[in-house]
């Protein structure tokens, strides 16, 4: 049924329960998983700190290595139980966007991820990329807690 499933991940323990999910189901389908790491771009973060206006190879170089250690925990997960793997990551500033076009980039024909659970409040102000993913995705669209 399904061949190609992206995993977004933030690092989150939610993030890495959907991932465990998401490689549960490939393994039982077949299909292999795209992990995908969203990072903020320079210029989201360059007016909090001198030292990152001053060095954004340092900050580039930081943030990937970062992202890198993220998508590392899922390919381990996948290792774990025979799963194909591929990982990536983008700088963008809108991570559903990111995260759709990571989706058709890999010819994903679901994506599982998971959420914060956040409600009220928090929800209006901090928004939910998860929720953003859901009402944009063209293709299933897995959600955890």
């Known amino acids: 049924m399904f061949k190609n499933i992206l995993l977004p991940t933030d690092g989150s323990e939610q993030s890495l329960r959907a991932a465990q999910l998401g490689i549960a189901l ?61 990982g990536d990551y983008a700088f963008d500033h809108r991570p559903y966007t990111a995260i759709l076009g990571a989706a058709r980039q890999y010819d994903c024909d679901l994506i599982v991820m998971g959420t914060h659970g956040r409600t009220g409040t928090d929800h209006m102000m901090l928004g939910s990329e998860t929720n953003k993913v859901l009402s944009c995705a063209d293709i299933p669209v897995l959600v955890c807690r």
């Open 26 to 86: 490939a393994r039982k389908m077949g299909a292999k998983v795209h992990a995908y790491h969203v990072l903020a771009p320079l210029a989201a973060v360059a007016d909090f700190s001198d030292l990152i206006r001053h060095a954004p190879d340092d900050y580039h170089h930081h943030a990937i290595g970062r992202a890198q250690r993220k998508l590392d925990q899922v390919r381990a997960l996948a290792e774990q139980d025979g799963v194909p793997f591929e």
